[in-house]
């Protein structure tokens, strides 16, 4: 009888001990859990410039309007006839010893998701990388070309651009070494505007659907009807670097919420302060000339409603590229002044979340519907940043024979104790902060415009205040989308923690 409790006794004792030890494994120094992995990072950039001209368009393009560069809108696009600077795809993978993660960003201003995922297949059939360990995302610069695939067959820039998303990957993954990396966050708001005023009651502030708005996107500097911006921009700039065992700088991937600067002559293409930041990261860290070479990326962060623009300012003038010289210069100093600060691990361990969330596509309600078919017999109003009301009308009248829901994939990374979310469409700053507030992780960012490009994603308080971003087509999903987006993403963190 003794016996028998006695050898309980050590049964239940030894359960005890395993399970502070697998307690411990999840929650303790990531030295416990290393247990002789090697972490390892590699990166590299593959060139996705597009040709100049009107030869390009009928071998690249289906359309003129696929060639967006600097001057141009969604409604009417001038043809690039210079090169300024060149587009790249810009990759990061990071190792673990049981887990790789995947991140890519490529200089274009939108790119559908059908793009993505044929990109990832062929991803996942050369280097046997699951696709939902694979992040991709567009800088939404506005003077680069478009890789947007509106349906299938894809175009010749397009097919162009899937082969080089493939072809980093696998240049990253040979460059692979054993690493260290660390992560921080600086502070920068001099150049974040909300550029979404409320407007004086009694101004005039029209929609394209026959109704008045509180809000006016780009207002103007000066404009005597400006009462105040509509939210708050996000001030961090966030980075994740990794350096070789020995120290040498292999990359930085970082992100700021900022709409891309601008002040590119028409015609002209170029990768705007992204491109810039790139290059003078590189000078900061001293990593210039190395082989392999050193990557810096900038990733577009919830900058939906936000820009380089202070309308409640005095109006400002440079000369070409000069402002994304200055704003790029700024950040990448506030860059390298936080990094020098960081602490730098020889593991840590990955984790990915993957998800598909379905969202109702918004559609015309009887009372729109009816101011659009009286619409098409009178003249157009000019309204909003495209000029033309029946321009959003056409947009609309798309919309109705499309699908009643759209399946958005949303995607979480853990990297150590700092939390990475990917949204796919152009998300509001207040959104960003909100995920950063509630994330279970000390440190988090997300990246917008990632693995796929639905519009804007205004909140429920800011579709009620109404302005371009919330207009339908612009904005193209369900009212609360946000709000099941930050749910689903927490839930996703939360899983990886």
Known sequence: MNLKISISKICILTIVILLINNWSFGNTDPENAKQ??????????????????????????????????????????????????????RCLVLDDSETKLVFVVMDNVIANRELYDEAKRIIKEETDIPVENILMSVTHSHSVGSARADGLPFNGYQKFVIRRLADV???????????????????????????????????????????????????????PDLVKPAGEPDPGVSFISVQSAGGKPIALLANYSLHYVGGVPSGHISADYFAVFADRIQELLKADRQDPPFVGIMSNGTSGNVNNVNYGGQP???????????????????VFRVHNTIEFHDWVPLGVAHSELALKIRKPDSEMMSYINNAKNKPDKR?????????YHERVLKMVDWPEYVNVILQTFRIGDLGVAAIPFETFAETGLEIKMKSPFNTSFTIEL???????????????????????????VEKEASVKIVAKLLEMFATLR
Do not use: C
């Not at 001209?53 to 967006?68: L, N, P, R, T």
């Open 450 to 476: 990632a693995n796929g490009g639905y519009g804007y994603l205004p909140t429920p308080a800011q579709h009620e205040l109404g302005g371009y971003e919330t207009w339908m087509s612009i904005n193209r």
């Open 169 to 223: 990957v696998r240049i990253a993954l040979n460059n692979l070494e054993p690493a260290r990396v660390g992560w921080g966050v600086g502070y920068l708001p001099d150049h974040l505007f909300v550029r979404r005023w409320k407007m004086n009651p009694e101004s005039d502030v029209p929609n394209p659907f026959g109704g008045q708005d509180q809000v006016r996107m780009n207002p103007g500097v000066g404009n």
């Open 36 to 89: 002789g992995k090697v972490f390892r990072a590699g990166a590299a950039t593959a060139n996705i410039t597009p040709p100049v001209g009107e030869g390009a368009i009928d071998e690249w393009y289906a359309e003129k309007q696929d060639i967006f560069v600097g001057g141009g809108s969604l409604s009417k696009m001038p043809i690039a006839n210079h090169v300024h600077d060149d587009f790249h795809a």
């Open 316 to 334: 400002e003038k440079y000369a070409p590229y000069e402002k994304m010289k200055i704003v790029a210069e700024d950040v990448a100093r506030e």
């Open 383 to 391: 309204v909003g940043p495209h000029g033309s009301e029946k321009f």
